[in-house]
């Protein structure tokens, strides 16, 4: 599986925009990038996804490298329930592939 | 709306007694995955069924079996809990082939061996 690199641990204050770097420098042409992140006592939760171009939907938007080697997830505005361990996972593009999750980002939200 | 949803949300069993928790999903979705997550972890594959077929990951050890008697109930048994198997387990559905199709997860049974 192709893998990603991310910080261990970010921190941002409440209302503030903040940019979630991931790194995927053995990407392959038919690899999307995905994210999803992972509330308190929850399970993980789907927040976005891309190929090349950028995304943006209600929860966060996606920014992509031009080489596809690097991705950032942007929050907006962050909230205090923002604050959750966020994944960068790369699926192939069939989707035939179950999720391998890598060890991800904590954000903290400091209100 | 709950969709998928993992019962009991804690389970507590001992030293070496089955244990079977059990995941329902109400999207008619045809893969089925279980993860284990460990304090601090990542969650980690165990394995998942597409449609009927089984898929085991490698390491998954032969404790832990899975059973899928429709498309919308999916268990895991642990047949000889050990004490590292403490851990969330969690389950997720998928509609594939599509990779726009996320998965849906549970919230997951928390599994405690005394």
């Known amino acids: 599986d192709a893998k990603t690199t991310q910080p261990n641990s970010m921190e941002s204050n409440e209302e503030e925009p903040v940019h979630l770097p991931c790194n995927h420098s053995?990407?392959?042409?038919?690899?999307?990038i995905h994210w999803y992140r992972q509330l308190p006592s929850q399970g993980p939760e789907y927040v976005i996804h891309g190929l090349t171009s950028n995304v943006n939907n209600r929860m966060a938007s996606l920014a992509i490298a031009e080489d596809r080697k690097s991705s950032t997830l942007i929050l907006h505005r962050a909230t205090l329930r923002d604050a959750a361990v966020y994944y960068c996972?790369?699926?192939?593009?069939?989707?035939?592939?179950?999720?391998?999750f890598g060890k991800g980002t904590r954000l903290s939200v400091i209100a | 709306d709950a969709m998928v949803i993992q019962n009991p949300r804690y389970q507590v069993t001992q030293f070496g007694k089955p244990v079977t928790l059990s995941c329902s999903q109400t999207l008619n979705h045809n893969v089925m995955y279980w993860y284990q997550q460990k304090s601090s972890q990542a969650p980690k594959l165990l394995f998942h069924?597409?449609?009927?077929?089984?898929?085991n990951e490698a390491d998954t050890p032969d404790n832990f079996q899975s059973r899928r008697p429709n498309t919308s109930f999916c268990f895991l048994d642990i047949r000889s809990p050990g004490l590292g198997d403490a851990a969330m387990y969690l389950c997720?559905?998928?509609?594939?082939?599509?990779?726009?199709?996320?998965?849906?997860f549970g919230d997951g049974t928390r599994l405690s061996i005394l």
């Open positions: 996972i790369l699926r192939d593009v069939t989707g035939n592939t179950p999720l391998v």
């Open positions: 053995t990407i392959s042409g038919t690899d999307y």
């Open positions: 069924y597409y449609d009927k077929d089984f898929n």
């Open positions: 997720a559905t998928s509609r594939v082939p599509r990779e726009s199709r996320p998965q849906h």
